[in-house]
């Protein structure tokens, strides 16, 4: 007689059942604070949702160890792009020295004087560019950080109590240290300013020395305007994306749906018209002030060297 063997695997009664409440009185308690609430409905897509299943917690457990990973991986991006932007900050700074070694080395009356003059005014000019696009790079990093920072500091009252946002210490306030590294480009911008004011004086030796104040005042003015054009060209906002996924589909559609849904899209169509329209105009309003500006400052920058 043949044997045969069966083998039935039974559910564990460990296993929680997903879709039923979930059991902790503290997570449930800290899901009805308004805060909590509201962004936990957002990360679970469910604006409706009453209590926390076992499914939300297992779902809300994920996204607390990747905001995690991905904090870390953003704090290792931000060093790794302030050392690469110091690098090449100094760079500029070792071959402006070398170059006004070089200046000061050469006779009087030699002719290489002024290219190398005109070599340094280049390199200050990318200082300064370099500079600001420098510290909007670290803003970049420090906004996506603290991204993370706040997903963690919101999820972890679930599964780790309050670890990361409760700060143990005698001293309440601290130092920032990115703020502190920002303090250091805007040094740095200061001396890239400096140097270009000094190359001016020197090829216009007849300006007034006097007014040297106002000239550091109309450079810092351009430098502004120069900070405010990579903004608008830079700046991202979160938005709205339509995307198509192309099928063969056939549908039965009656007469007065067809004209609704044409309705809706007339509608849709003069709206955005008018945004766009709306866009522009807000564009062209922020580059005639920013034209403006350029016009003053150049003017200033005139009226000096005329005197």
């Known amino acids: 007689m043949l044997n045969k063997n069966f083998c039935i695997i039974e559910k564990s009664s460990s296993e929680k059942p997903l879709d039923k409440p979930h059991k902790d009185k503290v997570a449930q308690d800290y899901f009805q604070e308004i805060t909590p609430n509201k962004y936990i409905k957002t990360i679970l897509n469910d604006p409706n949702k009453v209590y926390l299943t076992n499914r939300d ?3 809300l457990k994920e996204s607390y160890d990747k905001a995690h990973d991905i904090r870390k991986f953003e704090i290792e991006l931000y060093w790794k792009r302030t050392a690469y932007v110091w690098t090449l900050i100094a760079s500029l700074i070792t071959v402006t020295g070398l170059l006004l070694a070089a200046y000061y080395r050469l006779p009087s009356e030699s002719e290489g004087r002024n290219a190398l003059l005109g070599v340094v005014a280049l390199i200050a000019v990318l200082g300064v560019l370099i500079t600001v696009i420098a510290s909007k790079i670290i803003l970049g990093g420090e906004y ?18 309050r670890i990361y946002s409760t700060l143990v210490n005698l001293k309440e306030k601290r130092h920032s240290i990115s703020k502190l590294n920002r303090a250091l480009y805007f ?29 550091l005042v109309a450079f810092s003015f351009l430098v502004l305007i120069t900070s405010y054009i990579i903004d608008l060209w830079t700046f991202r906002k979160p938005g709205k994306y339509q995307v198509s996924i192309a099928s063969w589909e056939i549908e039965f559609k009656n007469n007065d749906a067809v004209a609704s849904s044409s309705t809706v899209k007339k509608i849709n169509t003069k709206m955005d018209f008018f945004n766009r329209v709306k866009a522009f105009i807000t564009e062209v309003l922020r580059f005639i002030l920013l034209l403006t500006l350029v016009l003053i400052s150049l003017s200033v920058l005139y009226n000096m060297h005329m005197e």
């Open 144 to 161: 996506w950080q603290k991204n993370w920072e706040y997903h963690v500091s919101l999820l972890e009252p679930l599964f780790s109590g």
């Open 57 to 59: 917690v297992e779902v």
């Open 187 to 215: 040094l740095f911008l200061g001396v890239w300013l400096l140097v270009a004011e000094g190359v001016y004086f020197v090829v216009f030796p007849n300006t007034d020395k006097n007014n040297s104040f106002i000239l």
